[in-house]
């Protein structure tokens, strides 16, 4: 039988090393500085980046994560933010100055993580993937006379 004096254990998210470089970050916002560790977890422990780091963004008062996707692979910056906060143009402007690559990360109450890329300007999108055929502008034509 165990002794009843004894501590329940501590949530080791709180005694995490990494969890407490964050906290020394004096961001104030604990609930965004939890959703930045679990994507910094999630990016060093199952997608297995390199290099990952956590830095204040003074302006924003968030935390920040960079690193690489894989070695020799380009810095990036992610935002790891709490699905339900609101993002302004203007911020991602900030992170997107800082002249990394941006993953904004939603992190959901249930810890689900979507990343989101997030780009200065528009991209073109790249080519469905499949067996498509364009058929033209003629043929397409064509094809809405006869039905």
């Known amino acids: 039988m165990s002794d009843v004096s004894e501590k329940p254990p501590q949530n080791w998210i709180l005694l995490h090393p990494t969890y407490q470089r964050m906290k020394n970050l004096e961001v104030e916002d604990t609930e965004q500085i939890h959703a930045a560790f679990l994507v910094y977890m999630d990016l060093t422990e199952v997608r297995r980046w390199k290099e990952v780091s956590c830095l204040k ?83 397409h034509r064509k094809r809405r006379q006869q039905q």
Do not use: W
């Open 57 to 139: 963004s003074p302006e924003l008062q968030l935390v920040l994560l960079e690193g690489r996707e894989k070695e020799g692979a380009p810095k990036q910056t992610i935002l790891p933010l709490p699905v339900h906060r609101s993002l302004s143009h203007n911020s991602i402007r900030q992170v997107l100055d800082r002249g990394f690559p941006m993953l904004l990360c939603a992190v959901a109450s249930d810890s689900t993580l979507v990343y989101q890329k997030m780009t200065d300007g528009l991209v073109t999108p790249d080519p469905p993937v499949g067996p498509f055929q364009d058929l033209g502008r003629r043929q």
